[in-house]
Nanobody, 123 residues
Framework: QVQLVESGGGLVQAGGSLRLSCAAS????????MGWFRQAPGKEREIVAR????????YYADSLKGRFTISRDNAKNTVYLQMNSLRPEDTAVYYC????????????????WGQGTQVTVSS
């Protein structure tokens, strides 16, 4: 069982930055692919970014390339999401997720989820 706890969300003005963190409770964190997803009211959960076990491969949703950066520190059992140049349309609950397999863009392929952290971007 893996427990994931997100932090770092909040209210920010458009153009601002936030850094989300996701701390995992497992000693085998380095064997999990990780993903960040988001869900806005009335919309489906969508992939934001994903990263492989060692961090050598990453993927971003097309609309987020150049603004968001995913990274991980396996020594700290933590994955991060640096979000820059935030826009009102980035407002959503952000979730991190873990899978023992290759990280997918599909939420259904992840076994463990955090409780989510709210990000609100004001215009």
């Amino acid at each position: 069982q893996v427990q994931l706890v997100e932090s770092g969300g909040g209210l920010v003005q458009a153009g601002g930055s936030l850094r989300l963190s996701c701390a995992a409770s497992t000693r085998t964190f380095s064997s999990y692919g990780m993903g960040w997803f988001r869900q806005a009211p009335g919309k489906e959960r969508e992939i934001v970014a994903r990263i492989t076990w060692s961090g050598d491969s990453t993927y971003y949703a097309d609309s987020l390339k150049g603004r968001f950066t995913i990274s991980r520190d396996n020594a700290k059992n933590t994955v991060y999401l640096q979000m820059n140049s935030l826009r009102p349309e980035d407002t959503a609950v952000y979730y991190c997720a873990a899978t023992p397999n290759w990280p997918s863009s599909s939420p259904g392929m992840y076994d463990y989820w955090g409780q989510g952290t709210q990000v609100t971007v004001s215009s």
